[in-house]
């Protein structure tokens, strides 16, 4: 079932969803030959100039600049005891 044009469904139930964009504007400035290569490019495969763009850069962060945010685990070795009590004590 397609999305109407104003970015809104409505189920059977009579719910209202709206869908927001998870993407931001942003505007840069890249030499003129880079342009032309890069719509040449998107032509060629078909693509928004904008999807070629954020592939690229995602591309570029993942090599250089991983996400700093993924969660860090370990197996676990707290062989202490625990109390709730001098935790939060004074409270």
Same mark, same amino acid.
């Given at each position: 079932?397609?999305?109407?044009?104003?970015?809104?469904?409505?189920?059977?139930?009579?719910?209202?969803?709206?869908?927001?964009?998870?993407?931001?504007?942003? *505007?840069?400035?890249? /030499?003129?030959?880079?342009?032309?290569? $890069?719509?040449?490019? #998107?032509?060629?495969?078909? !693509?928004? %100039? *904008?999807?070629?763009? /954020?592939?690229?850069?995602?591309?570029? $962060?993942?090599?250089? #600049?991983?996400?700093?945010? !993924?969660? %860090?685990?370990?197996?676990?070795?707290?062989?202490?005891?625990?109390?709730?009590?001098?935790?939060?004590?004074?409270?």
């Amino acid at each position: 079932m397609g999305l109407p044009s104003s970015g809104r469904d409505l189920d059977g139930a009579g719910i209202m969803y709206y869908i927001r964009s998870m993407k931001e504007h942003m *505007s840069i400035t890249i /030499e003129k030959g880079t342009a032309q290569r $890069l719509k040449r490019y #998107a032509l060629r495969e078909r !693509r928004a %100039v *904008s999807t070629v763009v /954020e592939m690229a850069v995602e591309r570029l $962060l993942e090599e250089k #600049a991983p996400a700093s945010d !993924r969660i %860090v685990t370990s197996t676990g070795s707290f062989q202490g005891s625990f109390s709730r009590e001098e935790t939060y004590e004074g409270r």
